[in-house]
């Protein structure tokens, strides 16, 4: 995310059955795409990781160091699982001692384009949401935890 501008578009991107398709369960596991993505995929850990990601490859302690309350064995999770789904690769150079050097796929990288989009939607309308959550709280007595 190099601070590019996305532009919402008026004409949707894929077909509306295909979009229909992706919220029905698969014929061959019966799970919905949508929600093993959003499962896999969802925990604040994993967005992390592929916004510093989209920036280049990096190392573990680089990464570690740029993403603010992480600890190591949970990067270490979430790069595995990251590397399973074939969103991320891991490269062992032959030194003494090895390094190890984490990158985006092509498929992680398709996956941050539509990331970028979502961080571009929740920055612009993330005064609006807080907007309604004071109003509902002052509504309701709810202190909204």
């Known amino acids: 995310m190099d601070g590019r501008t996305l532009e919402a578009s008026a004409e949707p991107v894929i077909a509306e059955d295909e979009v229909a398709a992706g919220y029905r ?28 990601l989209d920036g280049g490859p990096a190392r573990f302690n680089a990464l570690r160091r740029a993403i603010e309350g992480i600890s190591q064995r949970m990067l270490a999770q979430t790069l595995r699982k990251l590397e399973r789904d074939g969103l991320a690769r891991r490269t062992v150079f032959p030194t003494t001692p090895p390094q190890v050097e984490y990158a985006l796929t092509d498929l992680g990288r398709s996956f941050s384009i539509h990331l970028a989009h979502l961080a571009q939607w929740a920055a612009l309308h993330q005064p609006a949401i807080r907007a309604s959550r004071r109003a509902y709280d002052a509504a309701s007595g709810d202190d909204g935890a």
């Open 25 to 52: 369960p698969d014929a061959e596991d019966g799970v919905c795409p949508v929600r093993d993505v959003l499962d896999r995929l969802g925990d604040a850990w994993s967005v992390l990781v592929i916004r510093h």
